[in-house]
């Protein structure tokens, strides 16, 4: 009875968390702006000098800091970081599905309204550059969906042998969905092009 008592006391009134959220944690922002007075998406061209992913697309964001006050915070601060516009010209009006990715970590998205781009500044350690694409365009473009195979291949000391159903482990693969967006000489996938569909789906009108 000790026992289960402790169990109880241990659990009472503890907040629910995302298992497997002391991994990395990211967060970015869909930044929306008036373009020649119609709204669209401002989107990243990653720096061709990094080591990871250079010159693919993404929305403003990164890693969440410790020393940030939430992830919409940390967010902010990354859109801020890596474009120049001050953070009193970012309005965060939304957050998004939490995507909870097997490499990547936790991210966290947000929508956010950017008043102007006068003051853009870009930081080219992490951004060659930007571009916009109407949300006229996006609500009637048909994304290309192709599927990606992971393979699990369980290391030489895995003790496979011990499990049930071992043969169906050792040939298993999971099947992801992929989404590819194409406009002008640009081409949105992965990770980006899912949250963004994700966005489309919520805010297009029926």
């Known amino acids: 009875m000790n026992d289960l008592m402790h169990i109880q006391q241990q659990l009472t009134n503890r907040t629910s968390n995302i ?6 944690k990211s967060a970015v922002i869909v930044p929306l702006i008036y373009v020649d007075n119609e709204l669209s998406i401002l989107f990243e061209v990653r ?16 890693k969440i800091d410790p020393t940030d006050s939430s992830p919409e915070a940390a967010a902010i601060r990354e859109l801020s970081e890596e474009v120049g516009i001050h953070e009193k010209n970012i309005d965060v009006i939304a957050s998004l599905d939490i995507l909870v990715t097997p490499f990547r970590g936790i991210i966290y998205p947000f929508v956010g309204v950017l008043s102007n781009l006068n003051d853009v500044s870009i930081n080219h350690h992490e951004v060659d550059h930007t571009f916009t694409v109407p949300v006229s365009y996006l609500y009637n473009y048909e994304p290309k969906r192709h599927t990606m195979k992971m393979w699990f291949e369980p290391s030489d000391d895995f003790p496979i042998k011990v499990i049930a159903n071992k043969e169906n482990y050792s040939k298993r693969y999971h099947e992801i969905q992929e989404y590819f967006y194409y406009y002008h000489n640009y081409v949105i996938w992965g990770l980006t092009a899912r949250i963004l569909t994700h966005f489309i789906e919520l805010t297009k009108p029926r």
Request: aromatic share 4%.
């Open 47 to 62: 720096s061709k000098q990094l080591n990871k992913q250079p010159g693919e697309i993404c929305f403003p964001g990164g």
């Open 19 to 24: 298992l497997g959220s002391t991994s990395m």
